[in-house]
């Protein structure tokens, strides 16, 4: 389940990093947007990710993690179903930057209460290589479906859909 979970977090975060320039540009705002939303992202992601880290410490993780992901298809549905405005692109970056890495606390944790701390490096590591998995899917169907269909719509309705579904299947984890 934490696998299936970071390769959506993969699937998200190499999607929003490499298409979101040409999407806002696509949707009419200014080249300079895309490098405010990223430069948000990479800013927020610091607090985000402490505070995944310590909440970690006080809550069940999988109930965070069930959280971001929800969290992301919400951030997401904004971004894509309201009018593009520099003030709706700002809230994206802002919001998906909190949830960007906020993952990897509670899946590493989790990783560890389950196996221990012997063999975290080796069983995080698999558990990371589908986190990379998703992110050629991300890269690669967000492009093919801008090729394909002129948008970049079925993608990010797919990582809505990966979030629901990420956000889900971390609920049975014992």
């Known amino acids: 389940l934490l696998v299936a979970g970071f390769f959506v977090c993969g699937f ?6 490499t ?26 992601n610091i607090f985000g990710s ?3 880290g310590y909440m970690s ?9 069930s959280g971001i992901y929800l969290l992301r298809g919400v951030s997401i549905c904004l971004f894509i179903f309201t009018p593009p ?3 709706s ?3 994206f970056g802002a919001s998906f930057g909190f949830l960007w890495l906020s993952t990897v606390p509670a899946t590493s944790g989790i990783v560890a209460h389950i196996f221990g701390t012997k063999y975290l490096g080796l069983l995080y590591g698999l558990v990371f290589l589908s986190h990379q998995i998703g992110s050629f899917f991300g890269a690669y169907l967000g492009g093919l479906f801008y090729d394909l269909y002129g948008s970049y719509d079925y993608a990010w309705y797919l990582a809505i859909a990966l979030s629901i579904f990420a956000g889900l299947i971390h609920l049975p984890i014992k």
């Open 12 to 17: 998200h975060i190499t999607l929003v990093g």
């Open 50 to 52: 402490l505070l995944s």
């Open 57 to 65: 410490t006080k809550m069940s993780k999988k109930i965070i993690l």
């Open 85 to 87: 405005s520099t003030m």
């Open 19 to 44: 298409h979101v320039p040409k999407y806002v540009i696509d949707r009419g705002l200014d080249s300079w947007t895309a490098a405010m939303i990223l430069s948000l992202i990479a800013f927020f």
């Open 89 to 91: 692109s700002i809230i």
